[in-house]
């Protein structure tokens, strides 16, 4: 694609590197047939190409943003398959955040909008906020039909019906190896996860502890600053991601570390990028190192020695979180993990279409969401399975909102199948321990 920045322009690192972008993009459409929102809406501008357009636009034209541009960027779920279909490699996902960090800059939005992205940027990635909001919510929920505007309805309806204790097993703290030590690692414990669903790390924690890894949890380490970052706020995102750098650098320069290990497929992608994020900041070289070592779950685990397990009768229905598949590239891992435990592995039918969670996504743009939520349901459903599995927490919240068959961390089944205890999402209540286990 022809760009026409200035030389001025260019010396901006943020425009240099999106018209690098740009640049590789040769106009195949290719991207179109793998995009979850121009199927569902059928708009050219609703596409990848579409957007790279206007972005280009916008950019290059240095155009206030406008609401017809904002409208199209904020309709994107940055599920990354485009990138996934790309033969030209064009990395949408850097161009889309710098559109996105732009239009955060100098578009004013109607007060409701503004007010509600105030809201989840300030209480998501708190988990003693958001677990206190989900409280509110779950009191409101009855009166969820009553709300006139649909991100409202959707706020409340995403409450779970059981808020889990906290589990003491996410503070800083080591946990020691309970066979012979063959790494040190540590573990992200994030933020809403740790408000919606405490079985996850507690899961993470067993395992790896029992295949050999001391596990730590570093003091200063939280949100990985992804669902800021994705609306454009940058200074708060990099707030937040500078703190794990700073934690997890720590830790590398003390007693040392093999892996950070990610156990939530959204952060995962965003830890990784962390390098790129700060190329022009002072943590730089320590973001660079951090991006180095992190590993999502599933990766670390094809490192360690996983046990077969015997053959079980259950049937997993294999959810792709789009953050694991196209964001890391990771497609194979968790259900090659899977197989190995012994767990019959299906996949549903175009499994690389997203699920409709993407963040905040669900909350911000709730009826594409649902559309594309009732179509992922449907294809997992047909495959009538026991248990359906994924590497995200929002995808499984999604997911689980709209069926009846339980979903699980992929990470749960594994500490299951190699002796931990049953996932509550399995058992015949549902219902967690009264006493939540601490590990140490």
């Given at each position: 694609m022809k760009t026409e920045f200035t030389d001025i322009q260019l010396k901006d690192p943020a425009i240099a590197r999106s018209n690098e972008i740009l640049r590789s993009c040769v106009h195949c459409g290719f991207c179109t047939a793998t995009c979850p929102t121009y199927q569902v809406l059928g708009d050219e501008l609703d596409s990848p190409r579409g957007r790279i357009y206007l972005i280009k636009d916008m950019l290059e034209n240095n155009r206030e943003p406008d609401e017809k541009t904002v409208t199209h960027i904020d309709r994107c779920l940055s599920c990354l398959a485009c990138m996934t279909t790309c033969p030209s490699g064009v990395h949408y996902m850097h161009l889309v955040d710098h559109a996105r960090e732009y239009i955060e800059e100098r578009y004013k939005r109607p007060l409701s909008d503004r007010v509600l992205r105030w809201i989840l940027a300030h209480i998501l990635p708190y988990p003693m906020r958001f677990r206190v909001a989900l409280l509110g919510a779950k009191i409101g929920r009855p009166f969820a039909r009553l709300m006139p505007d649909a991100r409202l309805k959707a706020m409340l309806e995403m409450a779970?019906?059981?808020?889990?204790?906290?589990?003491?097993?996410?503070?800083?703290?080591?946990?020691?190896?309970?066979?012979?030590?063959?790494?040190?690692?540590?573990?992200?414990?994030?933020?809403?996860q740790k408000a919606l669903n405490t079985d996850i790390n507690d899961a993470t924690i067993r395992l790896l502890t029992r295949l050999g890894c001391e596990v730590v949890v570093a003091q200063g380490a939280g949100c990985c600053g992804a669902l800021t970052h994705h609306m454009g706020k940058t200074a708060q995102s990099h707030a937040t991601a500078a703190r794990n750098i700073t934690a997890w650098a720590g830790e590398m320069d003390g007693a040392g570390l093999d892996a950070i290990v990610i156990n939530t497929s959204g952060c995962g992608t965003t830890v990784k990028d962390y390098g790129h994020m700060f190329?022009?900041?002072?943590?730089?070289?320590?973001?660079?190192?951090?991006?180095?070592?992190?590993?999502?779950?599933?990766?670390?685990?094809?490192k360690l020695?996983?046990?077969?397990?015997?053959?079980?009768?259950?049937?997993?229905?294999?959810?792709?979180?789009?953050?694991?598949?196209?964001?890391?590239?990771?497609?194979?891992?968790?259900?090659?993990?899977?197989?190995?435990?012994?767990?019959?592995?299906?996949?549903?039918?175009?499994?690389?279409?997203?699920?409709?969670?993407?963040?905040?996504?669900?909350?911000?743009?709730?009826?594409?969401?649902?559309?594309?939520?009732?179509?992922k349901i449907e294809t997992l459903e047909a495959k009538n399975p026991d248990i359906i599995a994924a590497g995200n927490i929002g995808c499984m919240m999604q997911i689980g909102s709209g069926t009846g068959v339980p979903i699980v961390h992929t990470v749960e089944l594994l500490d299951w199948a190699t002796g931990g205890?049953?996932?509550?999402?399995?058992?015949?209540?549902?219902?967690?321990?009264?006493?939540?286990?601490?590990l140490r």
């Open positions: 779970p019906k059981t808020i889990p204790p906290v589990s003491r097993n996410d503070d800083p703290q080591s946990f020691a190896p309970q066979s012979e030590k063959k790494m040190r690692v540590a573990l992200m414990t994030g933020c809403a190329r022009n900041e002072p943590l730089a070289k320590d973001a660079a190192r951090v991006s180095e070592l992190a590993m999502d779950i599933s990766e670390l685990l094809m020695d996983l046990p077969e397990g015997d053959k079980k009768t259950l049937t997993v229905a294999y959810h792709a979180a789009c953050s694991l598949q196209h964001g890391q590239q990771i497609k194979t891992f968790p259900k090659d993990l899977l197989k190995r435990a012994g767990f019959t592995v299906v996949e549903p039918r175009d499994s690389h279409l997203c699920c409709g969670s993407a963040g905040t996504y669900n909350l911000m743009q709730p009826e594409i969401s649902k559309q594309l939520k009732a179509r205890p049953q996932p509550p999402a399995l058992t015949a209540d549902g219902k967690r321990p009264l006493e939540v286990p601490i």
